[in-house]
């Protein structure tokens, strides 16, 4: 058995490519091996900044050999058919196998096809999968014509100690790879892969990713703890640095205490999201003025140019930013308001000035269905909620938004729950972002979350299969998790049809509400089904006319969910799917509605009357239950119909000879459906 060793050596590979294109690599190559009926054992993926490193052991020396047999023409067949037969499988009428079937007597061919050695088919798969490796982005380099993520500079190629000279561009494979880039950039051959990393180790490469991710990580930590700090780790910081470097220094710098009175989450993007820095807390969880950065060198002077270069480029980009909250707090928010007119939010929706006054009509709306929430404050933070915009923090910083908002309305004496609502106003922007709870706040985040699927629902800019471009999807999800977790009462056809009144020019109102309807329950269906409940339920209970409110929707939906998991929950569901079903096809045949009154002196059998009776009782008792929401207790309710409606189907027959009878009949088993109905519609419930 024998080992593939292949390293695709570039320059930088960005970070968050690395991961998935060697999953790619790896995906690529063994399904060629396995299409090409090579067997391996083993497989190992490695990674740096500049190599991709695959390595496959267990391979055989060559493909087995293949032998086929193939079925031609009756014995009897005319002798053109018979030669076209031996001569497309290169056979003659001796080496065919007569062979009797039911349908008379055929010939067999085999055919044996000699496996190929392996080194040629590699090669083959090793030039289809470098072509097809899907990166995000690519580029041409020189006068090439093929794409690679970055200039690719060499192909490492052994199978079995042996070079497959498998090409891609001007670039073909050979037996010679080259360690750091710095500390040992010469070029070295290798025989096989043990000998491969023992020699990449010995040039300053630590190919496993992982390693490196723990180096890193218990450097900092050390470094932090012998400083008297701690680290505040950051998991998706750790997977971005560990692809920056080839061997991995952790080192300490300090930041200059005249930056310290900046807050704090200023401080932290310019470091992590800007520098790639590591924070550093005390022992009470205040920033310390201190930075970890990751070198890829290791320097006689221990690093000590390396840190003061990055204190400077820091120190540089933190005098912007105390400059910027310095000048900002000069001004007022309120006093920022007209810039909002020169800043266009949607070329089809207005400027901010108009989206702002929006906001604020939504805010007071809503207010009145959210506990406790002053109209006032929700107003005033809609007013101001947005002029952070202009500040030269979050032209800067843009991810600041909403969060300077706050430091600038605490700064001009602002009520603290407008101040709070103006930095949650985004929130939540994904699954496992928080939710704002405090009433000001809610309404603040539910405006702007409503305000923006309102108006782009206006204009059609509806997402579309995998694109939503202006993330209403994203919007929708919030808008059910602010009232979900927040527990509102919050018609949503109301407050719907209230933002798309904002829009005076709107030409499609009635068609927008109901389209974010229909947008909300496939929203609604994906936040559930993560939770673990039937997409169909939340179908089922969404149809109701006039049913909007999410809260009683999931309660309706739970008890619903009980119910149709119980015995008598299923037999119901199968007598109403056959009452359903008969009336579907009388009712076309018909041509008319058996929603209608029945009449009691047509009832001729037992088990109808039994029926009808039951009907009564059951609505009779049920629906003051569903008025009180008491869900769970109306479903108990609606069980005892499962006898009444087996019964009337096993003795009575519906289709009577008897016209009025007939439709009598089918008169009762519309009220059995129209009764189901009062909980969910049953028919968008899979059985």
Same mark, same amino acid.
């Given at each position: ?117 392996? #080194? ?16 995000? =982005? ?6 090439? =014509? ?39 950039? #010469? ?25 490196? =991710? !723990? *180096? ?58 800007? !520098? ?36 400077? *480029? ?41 989206? *702002? ?43 600041? !938004? ?24 985004? #929130? ?130 739970? #008890? ?37 009154? *029945? ?89």
């Amino acid at each position: 058995m024998a080992e593939l060793l292949l390293e695709l050596f570039s320059e930088e590979i960005p970070a968050r490519m690395q991961a998935r294109a060697t999953a790619d690599l790896s995906k690529l190559v063994t399904d060629g091996l396995k299409a090409a009926d090579l067997a391996f054992e083993t497989v190992e993926t490695l990674v740096t900044p500049r190599r991709l490193t695959l390595i496959i052991d267990g391979l055989p020396e060559k493909q087995p050999d293949l032998r086929e047999e193939r079925r031609g023409p009756r014995a009897d067949a005319p002798e053109k058919a018979i030669n076209g037969f031996l001569t497309g499988n290169g056979v003659t009428l001796d080496q065919c196998e007569k062979r009797e079937m039911p349908k008379g007597t055929f010939l067999f061919a085999f055919v044996e096809q000699k496996g190929r050695a392996s #080194a040629e088919v590699i090669k083959d798969i090793v030039e289809d999968a470098m072509a097809k490796l899907p990166w995000p =982005k690519s580029m041409r380099w020189a006068d090439q =014509k093929v794409r690679w993520v970055r200039q690719l500079d060499s192909i490492l190629c052994l199978f079995d100690g042996k070079v497959i000279p498998a090409s891609y561009g001007p670039v073909t494979a050979g037996d010679t790879t080259r360690g750091h880039r710095f500390l040992a950039p #010469a070029t070295f051959s290798v025989a096989n892969a043990t000998e491969y990393k023992e020699k990449l180790r010995a040039a300053m490469v630590m190919l496993d990713r992982e390693e490196r =991710k !723990q *180096v890193i990580l218990d450097g900092a930590k050390k470094l932090a703890a012998d400083a008297g700090f701690e680290l505040l780790e950051d998991n998706g910081l750790l997977e971005e640095v560990c692809g920056l470097v080839e061997w991995p220094v952790p080192v300490m710098g300090k930041v200059d205490d005249l930056f310290m009175d900046i807050p704090r989450e200023v401080l932290e993007t310019s470091m992590r999201e800007h !520098q790639k820095y590591f924070v550093v807390e005390d022992k009470n969880g205040k920033l310390a003025a201190r930075f970890i950065t990751i070198s890829n060198m290791v320097t006689v002077d221990n690093n000590a140019k390396i840190i003061a270069g990055n204190e400077r *480029v820091l120190r540089a980009r933190l005098h912007d930013a105390k400059f910027f909250w310095d000048q900002d707090r000069k001004v007022t928010l309120q006093s920022r308001l007209p810039k909002l007119d020169s800043i266009v939010f949607h070329a089809k929706l207005g400027s901010l000035s108009e989206r *702002v006054l929006r906001l604020r009509g939504l805010a007071r709306e809503l207010s009145a269905d959210i506990p406790n929430c002053d109209v006032k404050l929700a107003d005033r933070a809609a007013e101001i909620g947005k002029a952070d915009l202009v500040s030269q923090m979050v032209f800067e910083f843009t991810e600041l !938004q909403g969060l300077m908002g706050k430091y600038y309305a605490e700064n001009d004496g602002e009520a603290p729950e407008v101040a709070n609502a103006i930095a949650e106003h985004y #929130a939540p922007a994904g699954p496992s972002d928080m939710c704002p709870t405090a009433p000001v706040s809610v309404a603040f985040a539910l405006a702007e979350k409503l305000d923006t699927l309102a108006g782009f629902f206006t204009v059609n800019e509806k997402p579309t299969g995998s694109k939503d471009p202006f993330a209403l999807r994203r919007a929708a999800l919030g808008v059910i998790r602010l009232v979900l977790e927040n527990g509102l009462r919050l018609p949503l056809r109301r407050v719907f049809a209230f933002a798309v009144s904002q829009y005076p020019t709107a030409i499609r109102r009635d068609a927008a509400v109901d389209d974010l309807l229909a947008f909300f329950a496939d929203r609604l269906k994906v936040h559930l089904r993560e939770q673990g409940v039937r997409h169909d339920l939340v179908s089922a209970v969404f149809a109701l006319d006039g049913e909007d409110d999410l809260v009683r929707l999931l309660a309706r939906v739970e #008890a619903l969910s009980g119910f149709v998991s119980g015995e008598s929950g299923v037999n119901l569901m199968a007598g109403y799917k056959r009452a359903s079903n008969i009336l579907r096809i009388e009712e076309k045949k018909d041509d008319t509605s058996y929603d209608a009154d *029945v009449s009691a002196d047509l009832l001729s059998v037992d088990e109808e009357r039994k029926l009808y009776q039951a009907l009564i009782d059951v609505r009779h008792a049920a629906l003051p239950l569903l008025r009180d929401e008491d869900y769970a207790a109306a479903m108990t309710e609606f069980a005892r119909l499962r006898e009444p409606v087996d019964a009337f189907f096993e003795q009575v027959t519906v289709n009577s000879d008897k016209a009025d009878e007939r439709a009598n009949r089918l008169k009762l088993l519309a009220q059995i459906r129209t009764a189901l109905h009062d909980i969910a519609d049953f028919s968008k419930i899979e059985t």
